[in-house]
């Protein structure tokens, strides 16, 4: 049962434009939100968390969004540069207090020069 | 920043001998460890926690007999398959977490493991 969802497997954005990656999640208790970047065969790289006390959270060109009553939580990449261009997961935890993160099955972004 | 090494990158095993990942927190003390498995475009999915010096939690349908976990240090835990199959190929991902921070959740740099 998938408690965390990318519905879109893919994104294609122009330099310099925004690119929004969007996460659903269904299990309320979840209250710690993470974004990670892959490439292929290498493990997640870190982005930028999001406390379910929080509403925004912004870290250079990166911003996450979050809307608890929607259950939803946003990507915003702004500028986006090609180096961007990977697999981005959202992850969810019921607490950042040891419990094992809950992964989307990620978004594939590319960004065109 | 907080890094974890994992070890190998690849391995090719014939189906039937086991093979051993290897997990290190290399600059903490990783309290957590978590496996996780990724097959093609699927999402990375948690097959087991394990706590220093205690036995691993597996998640349901993970065989803990098949995939046996060691957490013997507070920088150091261990994935063997053993037995493997051709249906085991799949890219091996070890998280570790220490005690507080963004650092908390550190990947390694994962393992892709071929059975032929």
């Known amino acids: 049962d998938q408690q965390v969802k990318q519905n879109s497997p893919s994104l294609s954005v122009q330099e310099g434009r925004i690119s929004i990656l969007n996460c659903d999640y269904t299990n309320s208790m979840f209250d710690y939100f993470l974004w990670y970047k892959k490439y292929p065969a290498e493990g997640p790289t870190f982005l930028i968390s999001?406390?379910?006390?929080?509403d925004k959270n912004e870290d250079g060109r990166f911003t996450v969004f979050l809307n608890k009553s929607a259950k939803h939580l946003s990507l915003h990449i702004v500028p986006s540069q090609p180096g961007d261009s990977a697999v981005y997961f959202c992850?969810?935890?019921?607490?950042?207090?040891?419990?094992?993160?809950?992964f989307g099955k990620g978004t594939s972004l590319l960004v065109t020069p | 920043g907080a890094v974890v090494s994992q070890h190998p990158s690849r391995v090719i095993c014939k189906s039937g001998t086991s093979v051993k990942i290897e997990c290190r927190s290399l600059d903490f003390q990783a309290t957590t460890m978590f496996w996780y498995r990724q097959f093609p475009k699927q999402s990375l999915m948690l097959m087991a926690t394990?706590?220093?010096?205690?036995?691993?939690?597996?998640e349901q349908g993970v065989e803990k007999d098949k995939f046996l976990i060691n957490h013997a240090s507070l920088t150091l835990s261990t994935l063997t398959v053993t037995s493997a199959h051709p249906e085991d190929s799949s890219f091996y991902i070890c998280?570790?977490?220490?005690?507080?921070?963004?650092?908390?959740?550190?990947f390694g740099s994962g393992t892709r493991l071929t059975v032929v």
């Open positions: 992850a969810a935890s019921v607490s950042n207090s040891g419990y094992a993160l809950n």
């Open positions: 999001i406390s379910s006390i929080k």
């Open positions: 394990s706590n220093e010096g205690s036995k691993a939690t597996y």
């Open positions: 998280s570790a977490r220490g005690s507080t921070g963004v650092y908390g959740y550190t």
